[in-house]
C-alpha cells in the first residue's frame, strides 16, 4: 500500500521557519515528481512547490519564492519543505503529492492537483503576526 505521511508542521511566529517531511512507503519514489499543496480555510487547494524526478527540477508558487525550498532525499525516499521567513499568510494544511512513475507532463501541468496521483493527509502549518 503507497502512503505518504507529512510532518514537521507546528505553530510559529511570522518570522520563523519550519520544515516538513513527507515520508513514502509503499514503493520507491526516486521515479515520481514530488510536489507540496496547500489549503487554509475557506479557500481552494493551491500549488505550493514541486521536483521533478529526473533532473531534480524544481517551481515554486510565486507566493512563497525566495522563501521555501523543495528538496529530496531519494535514499530515504523522502521529500522535505524548508519554509523560511513565514507569513500568516502561509497558514493552511500542507500536503504532500506524488505522481505515478516517471511522469512526462510538463513543467506546468506539475502545477495542478490533477497531475498527482497519490497524496499525504496534510500537516497544519500555524503562523501567528
Known amino acids: 500500500q503507497v502512503r505518504l505521511v507529512e510532518s514537521g508542521g507546528g505553530l510559529v511566529q511570522a518570522g520563523g521557519s519550519l520544515r516538513l517531511s513527507c515520508a513514502a512507503s509503499g514503493r520507491t519514489f526516486s521515479s515520481s515528481a514530488m510536489g507540496w499543496f496547500r489549503q487554509a480555510p475557506g479557500k481552494e487547494r493551491e500549488f505550493v512547490s514541486s521536483?521533478?524526478?529526473?533532473?531534480?527540477?524544481?517551481y515554486y508558487a510565486d507566493s512563497v519564492k525566495g522563501r521555501f525550498t523543495i528538496s529530496r532525499d531519494n535514499a530515504k525516499n523522502t521529500v522535505y519543505l524548508q519554509m523560511n521567513s513565514l507569513k500568516p499568510e502561509d497558514t493552511a494544511v500542507y500536503y504532500c503529492?506524488?505522481?505515478?512513475?516517471?511522469?512526462?507532463?510538463?513543467?506546468?501541468?506539475?502545477?495542478?492537483?490533477?497531475?498527482?496521483?497519490?497524496w499525504g493527509q496534510g500537516t497544519q502549518v500555524t503562523v501567528s503576526s
Open positions: 521536483m521533478t524526478w529526473s533532473a531534480g527540477r524544481t
Open positions: 503529492a506524488a505522481t505515478a512513475p516517471y511522469y512526462r507532463g510538463s513543467s506546468g501541468t506539475l502545477r495542478g492537483a490533477v497531475a498527482y496521483d497519490y
